[in-house]
């Protein structure tokens, strides 16, 4: 049994104006199955489906056709949402509260023991333990990255997906995050995360999935890509050069 399976997977929005009805698809035909304990990563560019998926897995959209399954259970369901850490793009955080409040009022909207614990081993494993009086408006970004990754993890979950988390960290805060990210999976945590950042993919994702215009391209597993670095990125811009905005343009 994979962790996450999305099977044939479609989502058509629906958009209804005053004389007209817009129909746009997210995904189309889409098949994942990311197997427990790795790093997934998904790449695309913008529009590609990779956030449509995403919330395709979390039960925030339906699908039009398809099946989403997690743990064994179709979505939506409540006890798959328990076994789920998430993580949005652009997560919103009281700024006014320090990273340890914050993390307390997670811990009790999410009804889990032994909050004060929770909340002291989860600054630790993000490396926040010293900041946490501080409150969030002196943090930076990568700091309150790392924050959303402590929430994420409070009620001790075994599957994390985060939408775009290295997106607008600086190269030293990407290396904290990946480093986060790799300390996770050794945990036995399986990560399904998207993000545009392809040198720190191609170094912590075991296998990672090319998105473009809603379908999927191809998968690629670690050995395809780790004989040479940058290789990842060339065969990305391979793979959607013909089949997106960017096969306007003309490559070198």
Same mark, same amino acid.
């Given at each position: =049994?994979?962790?996450? *399976? %999305? ?16 129909? @746009?698809? !997210? ?25 449509? &998926? #995403?919330? %395709?897995?979390?039960?925030?959209? =339906? ?5 989403? #399954?997690?743990?064994? *259970?179709?979505?939506?369901?409540? +006890?798959?949402?328990?076994? #789920?850490?998430?993580?949005?793009? +652009? ?7 320090? &990273? ?6 997670? !811990? ?7 909050? $004060?614990?929770?909340?002291?081993? =989860? /600054? ?6 010293? +900041? ?7 943090? $930076? ?7 959303? #990754?402590?929430? @994420? ?13 290295? @997106? ?5 805060? =990407?290396?904290?995050? &990946?480093?986060?990210? %790799? ?11 998207? $993000? ?12 990672? +999935?090319? /998105? ?25 811009? &391979? ?14």
């Amino acid at each position: =049994m994979n962790a996450i *399976e %999305l099977c044939n997977i479609t989502k058509v929005y629906t958009r209804k104006n005053l004389f007209s009805t817009v129909h @746009s698809t !997210g995904v189309e035909h889409l098949d994942l199955a990311i197997r427990h304990g790795e790093i997934y990563g998904l790449l695309g560019l913008n529009g590609s489906g990779k956030t449509t &998926a #995403i919330k %395709l897995i979390l039960g925030l959209i =339906m699908p039009t056709e398809g099946t989403v #399954i997690v743990q064994g *259970e179709k979505v939506p369901s409540p +006890a798959v949402l328990r076994q #789920i850490g998430f993580l949005p793009e +652009a997560p919103y955080f009281y700024r006014y509260l320090t &990273a340890r409040e914050i993390l307390t009022m997670y !811990g009790n909207l999410s009804q889990i023991d032994n909050v $004060s614990e929770s909340v002291e081993r =989860m /600054l630790v494993q993000v490396g926040l333990e010293d +900041a946490a009086d501080k409150k969030l408006e002196e943090f $930076s970004k990568g700091m309150l990255q790392r924050i959303g #990754i402590a929430q @994420s993890l409070l009620h001790n979950p075994v599957i994390l997906v985060y939408d775009e988390p290295l @997106s607008g960290l600086d190269p030293l805060a =990407m290396q904290v995050m &990946a480093t986060v990210l %790799l300390d996770l999976k050794r945990q036995g945590k399986t990560i399904l995360f998207s $993000s545009h950042r392809i040198a720190i993919v191609e170094k912590i994702c075991d296998r990672v +999935a090319i /998105l473009s215009r809603g379908s999927l391209v191809r998968v690629l597993e670690q050995p395809e890509w780790a004989q040479a670095s940058g290789e990842l990125e060339r065969i990305f811009i &391979a793979d959607v050069a013909a089949s997106s905005e960017l096969g306007r343009i003309k490559l070198p």
